[in-house]
């Protein structure tokens, strides 16, 4: 019988998530093209408990071995992932951490403070700490308070003053009218912390269709391919993008692929740092193939 | 005078006033409906209530029931002043209505209908055993032979009727308030329903009673009240009034001549010709010629196909089977529309639930059958306006603003605007059923003498009603139906209520078959 | 009209009606045929133990939003309720440890308030769309966004997390079974049994239908509109504290993202059971068949992975036209009148 | 009835109805108070044009679905089916840059691939709906579900982007604007004013507001029900299509995420405008108010840093309770009848 490796992600309801399932079905295409007993089977829930049923079904219907997991949230999904792993499975958690220790075999994570914090250093550091910003954020979960707690706490001590934060949802359209309405209100803002590059590619349109484009800066995040792009090309825009790449969960794949294919143990952390993407290193981060 | 008035109270009543309206003023907005019109119910007493349609009788018993409140003025009940907050209040104080508007929730069964707001329990529960046999209990007192089980949207028209009249009688009333209710019902639910006014009225029910049928408030009636144009006219014992001094009363002048000369024969060549139609279940094998300048009537007893007949004529049902001819030539009508087309146009006896948008104003109610007419591309507003002013006029709408909801308006009122609305796309065919339902006296006299104008301009008519007068003053060949079949075509002579009774009932003519053979 | 007419037309509208009561049935059937031809462990106790459990909670709201809409009204709001009354639970739960301990009390001293945050808050709907006289849609709109924000504050924008030692105590309320059914089965089913007898046999559930069916006919009845269609908005608050009950305990945690979009489904489930959406018409068991139905397409699409998860909405959208035009049940006559 | 007394009342009731019918612009008026109050800012032209240029999207596919709510339906699928068009043109517009470059034919080519996709959509929602007897609100969600999974899937769950060249060609259609109005103002003003000839002045109109108010009343008026019903969901796609075209070029990509929720906010700005959502009374002018009021609201919460952001939904919910309530109309007199 073909060994089941069960693939648990949020639905593609936006740009990094889209991507995440992208590389899911990549790795599915690659893995089960090169091993013909590992069986990869993908499923997507637009929201905790839908994810949770999903895990059931995993276990009850397709009789998984081995799970992985990029949690909606890390803590609804905490018991749910545990009942898995009290069946016996074997169990990767990727990017968000369950708030119980011990459950997971493998975590492979994502560093959402990290993200927060390289931003946060890159901004002081341009501004030479003094400078008024804005900044977008995500929607109202816990991988945006952490980012933007990491943030916050980064530019302490600095005189570089928050203008205000709104959340933009992760959504471009959101980033776009947000954005807007801080132009209308702010007559100088020297900066903006778009957080992830959905949101970025709103801001931009915004500040170009207000011709400030030469006021400011834009820092995204995740690596999505349009603004890896204006930051090899060198638009001024958009200097930097700190990386929080969904292709994690490729990663996450293979590891655990390699707990059936190779004598290899295979457990711990692997933590994936947030790399910052400069025009000297983008051409390395950049994927014109690839929907994200 | 007074020994009149109480000729049928149990010798050991005594003549009592229960529920008088002192002085009562009602205004709907800036506009005045009632002026200081004082009344009084007495027990064992049937009080009769005339008035042209928009007199304001509908506002006034709905006044004494708590429906409305008075704008000023006062109830009095056995001798007290009371003050009915609502309907409920006054139904707890024993005053009923039945509304002219049938007041039935249509998804709802009879059963339900019957009970609603006082459902029989169990415990918490509803007793449902107890209220289906209450319900078959009444309906059966009303010769009523609907299953309690029926939802409300399946019924005819006067079951509907029936059912109200079931709910009221379930209430136990004191004081029994019935508005227009015999308007939709055929003869012999009317002398049902007279039976059971008068059980009740020997029983000491005061009852107060509207009609435009005069007939029967010489037969059932005991004082007559009537107003006019919102204002209190006379009170007095009706044995002392003929029906022409009643119509005077109402009106304000004499009513000369109810139904218009018509000179028999001046009927032309054939203008609609229906062959083998037949409906699924309630219409079989009906043929019938219809000519230019002619009044056919159509007669027979509740459900025996009439209505359905010509719903499949226009395109409104589907036929199994069945061919139509306009002028000679075969027509396909399978909508509405083309029977439009075709000329052919029809008024439903239905006009709440088919016929008129009552959340709407007049102009778009009058123009919405012939809309085409007032423009393709854009409505032409004035031309509406046009149309309106003319139809008011015409057919002496009264409404008190024209731009009201014609849910607002009176029952008879509504009725006009209804025939106004089908005359509207000036067709050549006028399918009519029921055109004078809840109509007042002289405004009928105005819609026969319309019909004998629309005949003499070459038009044709097929009259559907259940009012025998009417039927025989207007017709000129009648039709009878029975069980889904016409049985015969009565002409000349042979056009008389015994011969029309003899055929809707089988009797005589091709036999009528039951339909579900 | 002569009584053989009469009894033939009464028989035969009574097989409509039948008919008509089956149709979410043979959907149901359907579907499972369908799973099962798919993946043959679709039938198997665990599996179904899941779906019936999943459509526990969706089920659950349903049964409330069937009284709603029966009574001609709409609650776009369950879905943040369901997930302010999860985070008001969790926070006072949690508050309660340091007091009472990790105990049954706290557990309770939850429950209870669930109960009257969920009956608190319908009866604000309720009361401000009847007495300020604003159309249901506006109103539970509005509320829908406030509740969601309640929560999203509550939580300082992240995650509200029932304490681990509670959880352990709360558990079998979701994980549970009594002789095999799982609890949240069981609630359910008690839940649909108490909403049918409500709905169809006390003169409380004759009332939301004749509301429905025509408000001024209802006033004119005696019937105390207002009131009537304030309850039944009190009983959708109520039936999502239930489900709220039940679900706490399965994921602990509650956050803005907690129940986004259950009122569509809790809607759907209610429409896809027969009751129509402009009310005057509705029906328990059809609610319940539609809310199983629900999860069971979502469960189908788990079984097979031969779709691309991209189109999973596209299956899912498919499947519930199809089950409703196949539980209309009169595709097969003829159209008539 | 004397003719001073009826006079006299048609006054009365004129200025009852002209009230009503300000409602929304009042609440209207009380927002830009507001705003104005809480940031100076907020008058500013640039402010002002962005708020309705924003409103405009909304707005225009707003104005559609008056016409279907109106006729008594309903529409979920309009996000997802702006969606999927902008998908749809996105994909189209990138192949032909290689055939005929980047000019002004593609974008054109694009428009009317919009054009045809809207109205097919449109027709397939009123058709399934009124040919398959299935209730509006199951169609437009299964559909709903479908468009939503189309674009996901043609994006391969990630986002479509127009080809940057095209981009700089079709670019003025969204940041364009004639004597200083933006184009996508214009075309808003344009789809309302023909919204509101066709419905108000027409016979199809006409016919829309008779089905929506009686159905049966309008059968027996010789109006095809069906084909007038299906006809407002045409138009209703027509609308998101033209939406749909002034919104490509302005972030000149598409997703899986886009146009979500529009529907709600579609339907909210239309019942906001005091149109009824059982049907039988549409007023496009209390749309278009609708759709500024709601951009309005989200405008004013960004303007201003008092509000915990976590709380935007909130006042966002009470906003609209309020203005709906305020501008009802009859709060001030009292209760009648
Ligand atoms: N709710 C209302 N709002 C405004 N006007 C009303 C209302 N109810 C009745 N009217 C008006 O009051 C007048 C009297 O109506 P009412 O129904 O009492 O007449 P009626 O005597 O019963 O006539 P009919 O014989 O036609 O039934 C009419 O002009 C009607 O338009
Ligand atoms: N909606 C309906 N559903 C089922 N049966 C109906 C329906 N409408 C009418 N019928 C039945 O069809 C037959 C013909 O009804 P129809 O209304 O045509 O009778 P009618 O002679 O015109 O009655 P009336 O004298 O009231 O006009 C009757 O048996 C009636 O009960
Ligand atoms: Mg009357
Ligand atoms: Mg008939």
Redesign the pocket.
Known sequence: DKIKIGVSIPAATHGWAGGLNWHAEQAEKRIEATYPNIDIIVVSANGASEQANDLEDLVSVQNIDALVVLPFESDPLTVPVQQVKQAGKFVTVVDRGLSLPGIEDVYVAGNNPELGRVSGEYIRERLNDEGKIVVLRGIPTTVDTERVDAFVETLDGSKIEILDMKHANWNRDDGYEVMQDFLSRFPKIDAVWAQDDDIALGVIEAVKQADRTDEMFIVGGAGMKDIIKRVMDGDKLTPIDVLYPPAMIATAIDITVMKFTSNAPVEGRYILGATVVTQDNAENFYFPDSPF | MTDAAVHAVNPDQQVRTRLSGRQICKSFGSAQVLFDVSIDLMAGEVHALLGENGAGKSTLVKILSGYHQPSSGELVLDGAPVTFHDSEAGENHGVILIHQELNLAEQLTVEENIFLGREIKRGWFLDKATMRQEAAKLLSQLQCDVDPKTRIR?L???DRQMVEIAKALSKKADILILDEPTAVL?GREVDILFDQIRRLRDQGVAILYISHKLDEIKAIADRVTVLRDGRHITTEPVAGLEKDDMARLMVGRDIKQMFPDRTPGHAGDVALSVRNLSVD???RDASFDLRRGEVLGFA??????????M?AIIGLRERSSGQIERNGNPVAINSLQDAKKCGIAYLT?DRKGSGLLLNMEMRPNLTLLALEKFGRVIIDRKAEEAALEAAIEAFDIRAADRKSKVGDFSGGNQQKLLLAKVMETDPEIVII??PTRGIDIGTKSQIYHFIGDLTNRGKSVIL?S?EMPEMLGLSDRIAV?AA?CITGILEGNDRNEHEIMRHATGISGKQGVSVHE | ?NSL?RTE?SASSGFTIDFKALGPFLALVGLFILGTAINEAFLSGGNLANIFTRAAFIGIIAVGATFVITAGGIDLSVGSMAAFISGAMIVVMNTLVATLGAGIETVLIGVVLSIVLGVGAGAINGLVSTKGKIEAFIVTLGTMGIYRSLVTYMADGGTLSLDFEVRGVYRPVYYGDVLGIPVPVLVFFAVAVAGYVLLNMTPFGRKCFAIGSNEQVARYSAIHVDRVKTMTYVIQGLCVSLATIIYVPRLGSASSSTGVLWELEAIAAVIIGGTMLKGGYGRIWGTVVGAIMLTTIGNILNLTDAISNYLNGAVQGLIIIVAVFLQRGDWRRKKS?
């Open positions: 399946d005819s028209v006067s055929t279940g309630q219409v027979g007893i509740v459900g025996a196909g009439r209505t359905a007949l719903e006896k059923d029921e559907l259940s139906m889904g | 009209m007419e037309r009148k």
